[in-house]
């Protein structure tokens, strides 16, 4: 290792060994603690916490629970880096690290990238090694990026507290991301180290609400307009249409029920259903939208219903980009004898995330750390190797922004120069986000 980095870099990853324990249990903590997308005030409050133990000045309150540390910011001028780590968790009450009080866990390794983020922020903030930055990081504490709880998120929007349901799509919004120039990024993975990021869906989200006409179930049904009927033709229609999807276009459509009634003894008089709508390209998922809507008016107009279908911006879709060499020869000397993955510009992933939502202003490189095991979103997930899911993770961060910012910054410098937003400036972004709010809307017969 010592003929492999310099000795700045021996120092930051001494630094981040000698505070292993710090970073598993800042992991460990938040493993135990999960919380929800814009709920996330616990973890969001930890990770504040532990910034300012280091001394550094801390902006809060950033789409709700969003937090931004920085340090040399007198430097930003000539180059700004964040390193990002997200706040929330999913709904999965079962597993056997979910948080009772919130029903959350962290079954997509989110905790991971914020142990890894704290780690390298032990070792930059080390004045000896924040001296040899020519340029500003920021440790950026990002909320919301699971996509869930839709009409909770629709009622924040209502009380103005937000206008988008995603966390980073709600910080481009806010200018949050106005001060970064380039931003790493990090997700567990179950297929070990890999490196790149790889395109992914886009998509919007619905809430579609089916109004019926209550009556009594069994004295007098034909009285009574059955909702949950008409979402359930809804959903059949939708089956139905899903051979209309093209492969290539790699759509998915995933409604879930959250209503379907109050009583078993009453004709359900509402059904309401959250759904994304994911495709790879703007064209896939705004047909798909189309299709959607239609499947469920074709239910409604069945059953005499009524209806009410939201559609609102979810993200845009993410795209591959590779990382520079400076920080591929780094993670391959971090991961000694484990092979590194680097993304292919032809693999997509039907997931989505808000990533891509940066990336259409800015860059953003990913990498992924091992040490999981089960399946990511699912009550199985779990960290195997601590090693390698934390503390490797905070030495890629902390080695890759050491060397993107040292010699004048030029490796960050050149990867901003060279890439190409797909917006010219967040208000264009803004504008194009806002154009997918609409609401259809018919009474019942």
């Known amino acids: 290792m010592a003929a492999t980095f310099d000795t700045t870099e021996q120092r930051i990853l001494k630094i981040i060994d000698d505070n292993r324990e710090t970073i598993v249990e800042f992991a460990r903590d938040i493993y135990d603690h999960a919380e929800l997308g814009y709920k996330e005030f616990r973890t969001s409050k930890k990770f504040v916490d532990f910034m300012k133990s280091l001394q550094l000045p801390v902006q809060t309150d950033l789409a709700i629970t969003g937090a931004k540390a920085y340090l040399n910011k007198e430097k930003a001028g000539n180059a700004s880096l964040a390193l990002i780590g997200e706040l929330d968790a999913l709904r999965i009450p079962q597993h056997a690290h979910a948080n009772q009080e919130t029903q959350a866990a962290h079954c997509c390794g989110h905790h991971a990238q914020l142990a890894g983020v704290i780690g390298a922020a032990l070792a930059l903030t080390d004045a000896e090694v924040a001296q040899k930055l020519d ?43 106005d001060d970064v120039d380039v931003a790493l990024a990090h997700h567990i993975s179950l297929e070990g180290i890999r490196l790149g990021s790889n395109s992914g869906n886009g998509f919007v989200s619905k809430v579609i609400r089916i109004k019926g006409k209550a009556a009594h179930a069994a004295g007098c049904p034909e009285k009574g307009v059955n909702a949950l009927s008409a979402a359930s033709l809804g959903l059949q229609a939708l089956a139905l249409n899903r051979e209309t999807f093209r492969d290539e276009d790699c759509v998915r459509v995933h409604p879930i029920l959250t209503k379907g009634g109050d009583l078993v003894n009453v004709v359900p008089n509402e059904a309401v259903l959250e759904t994304l709508v994911r495709g790879k390209t703007l064209e896939a998922f705004a047909d798909a939208s189309v299709k959607t809507d239609r499947s469920f008016k074709a239910g409604a107009l069945a059953m005499g219903a009524g209806y009410r279908i939201e559609t609102m911006p979810g993200y845009l ?14 993670v391959k000397a971090l991961a000694g004898e484990k092979t590194v993955y680097e993304v292919r510009p032809e693999e997509h992933s039907g997931g989505s995330t808000d990533v891509g939502d940066v990336q259409h202003l800015l860059p953003v490189i990913t990498f992924n750390t091992g040490g999981a095991v089960g399946g990511l979103h699912q009550v199985d997930f779990d960290i195997v190797d601590e090693e390698e899911a934390y503390v490797l993770t905070a030495k890629i961060f902390a080695l890759s922004a050491y060397r993107m910012l040292k010699n004048g910054a030029e490796v960050t410098k050149r990867t901003k120069q060279e890439y190409h937003p797909r917006f010219a400036d967040k208000q264009e972004y803004i504008a194009f986000m806002d154009s997918f709010n609409k609401v259809e809307e018919a009474d019942i017969e």
């Open 135 to 177: 340029g500003q990081v920021i440790f950026f504490a990002t909320p919301a990026e699971e996509y869930g709880e839709i009409e909770f998120k629709n009622q924040l929007i209502a009380d103005g507290r937000i206008a988008y349901g995603g966390g980073k799509c709600e910080l481009i919004r806010i200018g949050a991301f």
């Open 317 to 330: 879709p993410s795209l591959w980009q590779p990382a520079p060499e400076e920080m591929a020869d780094a």
